[in-house]
């Protein structure tokens, strides 16, 4: 079988693999290639089968494309006035999908019925937040990034619940008790820098009254988040330099850029996930890997095995 991921991500798909019996997922807007291939690349290791949500006219071509059309799926012809993730989010509340996976709709068209309060997605005291681990090729292990979707200036409060999800996030990939960081430009709290005030009180309310099972540091830039030699080189006392398992960044606009770059740049493995639901959700970007659609099924997997 052709190696789809860095071997970091073994944990992931061994999970996967355990689930009593594959995944419907329900890929809202399937006409999308690399999703489609990472769709059906999961279907054939055995975690998952695809139902197709969307305009046929729009998906048949593709799977023709693709060498799909003979493979195993089941498709849904909604027509172009039909919200197909609502139609999606229907599946999975009537019981005939156990998956929801973005596919070709646009961000704020995916959310805006995740959530909707009717739809009664959303976990108790929890907002959404959209994780990604990715493995850079310089870091030694994964390292995930929240959030890169959804909350567009997370107040402390929120930012509480974002570390909450990435380190249930981070347990999907084999971290119970993970090393998160909080970006800042600085490393010293600065009144003129919102972030970095913000980035020493959770750290000193996890410390008195802890609110995530992690080790939590911040304010602290990229530099001495990924690199020991750069924390020597600043005297920066820190024993988890270097071998960081997130970062919480500090704005939508940070993460969202800082994963693209490193998608794009690096060539990096990576998964995303939506947390803080009570359904699995993948969510990858439009422009994606097929490997990228494929580890991310695998997560969402997992977490179906977990609820």
């Known amino acids: 079988m052709e190696k789809w991921y860095d071997d970091c991500?073994?944990?992931?798909?061994?999970?996967?693999?355990?689930?009593?019996?594959?995944?419907?997922?329900?890929i809202a807007g399937a006409d999308n290639e690399n999703i489609l291939l990472g769709a059906f690349h999961a279907q054939e290791v055995g975690f998952a089968t695809p139902a197709l949500i969307g305009q046929a006219y729009k998906i048949k071509p593709l799977l023709d494309k693709l060498?799909?059309?003979?493979?195993?799926y089941q498709l849904y012809d909604v027509p172009e006035t039909t919200n197909c993730v609502q139609y999606a989010i229907d599946m999975m509340k009537s019981g005939n999908a156990e998956i929801l996976m973005r596919g070709n709709t646009e961000t704020r068209d995916f959310l805006l019925p995740i959530l909707n309060k009717s739809n009664h997605l959303l976990l108790p005291d929890k907002i959404l937040s959209h994780v990604v681990i990715l493995k850079i090729p310089h870091v030694e292990q994964?390292?995930?990034?929240?959030?890169v979707t959804i909350c567009p200036t997370p107040s402390l409060e929120q930012k509480k619940k974002i570390i909450q999800n990435m380190v249930r996030a981070l347990r999907i990939a084999g971290k119970e008790n993970p090393n998160i960081a909080i970006l800042s430009l600085v490393e010293t709290p600065s009144f003129h820098m919102r972030d970095s005030v913000e980035a020493a009180?959770?750290?000193m309310e996890q410390q008195d009254e802890?609110?995530?099972?992690?080790?939590?540091?911040?304010?602290?830039?990229?530099?001495?988040?990924?690199?020991?030699?750069?924390?020597?080189l600043k005297n920066y006392d820190?024993?988890?330099?270097?071998?960081?398992?997130?970062?919480?960044?500090?704005?939508?606009?940070?993460?969202?850029?800082?994963?693209?770059?490193?998608?794009?740049?690096?060539?990096?493995s990576n998964f995303g996930v939506i947390m803080g639901a009570n359904i699995p959700i993948a969510i990858t970007s439009r422009s994606g890997?097929?490997?990228?659609?494929?580890l991310s099924l695998a997560a969402a997997a997992v977490m179906s095995q977990r609820k």
């Open 289 to 294: 890997s097929a490997s990228e659609a494929f």
């Open 67 to 72: 060498g799909l059309a003979d493979q195993k």
């Open 201 to 203: 009180t959770l750290v």
């Open 142 to 147: 994964p390292m995930a990034f929240s959030d």
């Open 210 to 232: 802890p609110f995530a099972k992690c080790n939590l540091v911040g304010p602290i830039p990229y530099d001495l988040i990924v690199s020991k030699e750069a924390a020597r």
């Open 9 to 26: 991500f073994e944990y992931v798909i061994e999970n996967a693999l355990k689930v009593e019996k594959p995944c419907r997922i329900a």
């Open 238 to 268: 820190c024993p988890y330099c270097g071998e960081f398992d997130g970062i919480v960044v500090p704005d939508l606009m940070t993460g969202n850029v800082m994963v693209k770059i490193l998608e794009r740049d690096t060539d990096s």
